[in-house]
C-alpha cells in the first residue's frame, strides 16, 4: 500500500480519491475549496492538507484532478506547489485533461528535479469515476507507469500507456474527437426520427443490435428523447477539451472538421443556457 496525495475533488476527483482509500492507500487530499476537502475525509477518513506542497510531502504518488492548463500549473508550481514538496524518486500522476504542450513542459520540470511523471486522462464521466470503472490513457516512462498502474487500478476498468509524456493526453484528444462527431450523429437519428413520428424506444430496440450501436446509444437514447441534460460531462468543459483537440491538430497538420463543426454545435448550446448541460445535450440544438 502507498502513500498518495490527491489534488482536486471535483465530481471526478473527489470519488477517484474515495477509491484509493477503499484499495487500502494511506491518502491525504487538497482542494482549492477546504470544505469540499472536509468532506472527503469525513466521507472517506485520511487526511487534508492546505497546500499542494503540504498533501504532497512524504507521498509516494501525487494524484491530480483539476480543470485545465493553468489550473495544474498552480498545484504543481510555486513555493506551495506540490513538485516543492514531493519526495525525489516519488511519481506525479496528472489526471486532469490538459494540452500535450503543458504536459511535456512539467513531465520535463519533474525529471529535472529527480520524479516520476504519468500523464493519465481518464474517460468515463462521473459515474465512471463513482463505479470505478474509468479508461485511463497513459504517457510517461515505463518505469514510472508500472510503478504508477496498481495505484491507478484503485478506479479503473482499463489502463494502458500509450507512449513517453505527453502520449496519455494525445489518446484522450482521440477520444473526445470520436466523442464528438458521434453524439452529434446519435442526436440528428433521434431528432430525426421523433419529427417523423417513429416511436424512439422501438427504434433504439432494432439499430442499437446492428451497425449503428454504441454507449452514447445505449445509455442516453431515453434522456435525451426526454430532453434530460443532467448526466456526465459537461458542454463547457466538452468545448475547453474541443479547444485542446482543435490546437493540438494545427501543431501537427492534421484536418479535423467534423470535430471544429460540433464544437460550434456545443457554442450554440452554450449560447441557449446549457453550458452545464452534458454533451448529449446537442439534440436540444436540433428541436
Not at 136 to 144: E, H, L, T
Request: hydrophobic letters at 45%; proline letters at 3%.
Amino acid at each position: 500500500m502507498a502513500h498518495v496525495a490527491f489534488l482536486g475533488l471535483g465530481v471526478m476527483g473527489f470519488p477517484m480519491a474515495g477509491h484509493l482509500t477503499a484499495a487500502g492507500h494511506s491518502v491525504t487530499v487538497y482542494n482549492r475549496s477546504p470544505a469540499k476537502a472536509a468532506a472527503w475525509v469525513a466521507q472517506y477518513g485520511g487526511t487534508s492538507a492546505p497546500t499542494p506542497r503540504q498533501a504532497a510531502e512524504g507521498a509516494d504518488f501525487v494524484m491530480a484532478c483539476v480543470g485545465n492548463d493553468d489550473d495544474l500549473r498552480s498545484v504543481v508550481q510555486g513555493d506551495d506547489g506540490a513538485f516543492a514538496g514531493m519526495k525525489p524518486g516519488s511519481v506525479f500522476v496528472d489526471h486532469t485533461t490538459v494540452s500535450a504542450r503543458v504536459t511535456r513542459e512539467l513531465a520535463e520540470i519533474a525529471r529535472g528535479a529527480g520524479l516520476g511523471w504519468v500523464d493519465a486522462p481518464v474517460s468515463g464521466g462521473q459515474a465512471g469515476a463513482e463505479n470505478g470503472v474509468l479508461s485511463v490513457m497513459c504517457g510517461g516512462s515505463d518505469a514510472d507507469y508500472a510503478r504508477a498502474e496498481p495505484v491507478i487500478a484503485a478506479y479503473a476498468r482499463i489502463c494502458r500507456r500509450m507512449g513517453e509524456p505527453g502520449a496519455g493526453q494525445v489518446a484522450k484528444m482521440c477520444n473526445q474527437i470520436a466523442i464528438a462527431g458521434l453524439v452529434q450523429a446519435l442526436s440528428e437519428s433521434l431528432a430525426f426520427a421523433q419529427k417523423s413520428g417513429l416511436d424512439v424506444g422501438a427504434l433504439v430496440e432494432v439499430i442499437s443490435q446492428g451497425a449503428a450501436g454504441s454507449w452514447q446509444m445505449a445509455n442516453r437514447h431515453t434522456t435525451m428523447a426526454e430532453d434530460r441534460f443532467d448526466f456526465g460531462f459537461a458542454v463547457d468543459w466538452m468545448r475547453k477539451d474541443l479547444g485542446i483537440c482543435l490546437d493540438a491538430a494545427n501543431e501537427v497538420g492534421a484536418s479535423l472538421p467534423v470535430t471544429a463543426l460540433v464544437d460550434q454545435f456545443y457554442k450554440d448550446v452554450q449560447r441557449m443556457g446549457g453550458g452545464r448541460w452534458d454533451t448529449s445535450s446537442l439534440i436540444a440544438r436540433l428541436r
